[in-house]
């Protein structure tokens, strides 16, 4: 019984990563259905908190797997890793908000160093595309050193500046309506707060949340240290 039981926690446990990563619980009770079919066990459904019987399940999860069940977006969306700097087998790093570098726009690139203000100065960060109102994560952890406003005299653009001294690294994180406060220490990958639409200033920008990170001072391109990976659920171990 224990080997059983241990391989359909397992399972589930995949499964969960899996359509975690791909968005949504919708999925997740469908591939969930796909466990009790594979297992015959039926107290999966009830843990993962599905008032349907199995038979409907299975019934849905006789289609096929493999395609069937993915959103068409995620062959895009890759998962995003961060660089482990101090060598402690953890990353340092990671994407405020989970999505591309801004591409190309009426108003210029995201990507570092990229023109600005017709070529007289370099863009000192990179842009993350964002949905107004999404969670912005903390790329490093740290403490709040400051919340100060992206713009002189326009209190609607706010960024957070995170600050880690062990580790040399500073982030700052634009256009973010902050859930912390000045001298908050900060956990890697948790919420800072909301983006805020950059449409009443930029009308036709692509939304975005703008990073700074520097390594004692000096500006550091986050594309560097913030990886992109397109890879099956076998290596998502550790996504949540
Ligand atoms: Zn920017």
Known sequence: MRPTLRSRAELV??????????????????????????????????????????APLL?????????????????EEPTWDGVDLDGDGAPDFANPTGRAPRGHDAFGDG?????????????????????AGQTVSAPISGFVSKIGY????????????????????????????PVVEVGNSVALGTPIGTAHSLQARYGGITDHIHLE???????IDAQT??????????MMAGMN
């Open 59 to 75: 019934q849905i999860t006789a289609a096929p797997q493999q395609g069937a069940a993915q959103p068409p977006h995620t062959a």
């Open 111 to 131: 990507y570092f160093h990229a023109s600005r203000d017709g070529g007289t100065r370099p863009h000192e960060g990179v842009d993350y595309d964002s949905r």
């Open 213 to 219: 990170l520097a390594e004692s001072g000096r500006k």
């Open 150 to 177: 992206a713009y002189p005299g326009d209190p609607r653009f706010k960024y957070v500046e995170i600050d880690n001294p062990a580790l040399h690294i500073e982030a700052r994180v634009f256009y973010v309506d």
């Open 13 to 54: 446990n995949l499964i969960h990563r899996r359509t975690h990563a791909l968005g949504g619980p919708g999925l997740l009770a469908l591939a969930l259905g796909a466990v009790v079919l594979s297992v015959g066990v039926a107290d999966a459904a009830a843990r993962a908190g599905s008032s349907a019987p199995a």
């Open 225 to 234: 240290v913030i990886l992109a990976r397109r890879e099956d659920a076998t």
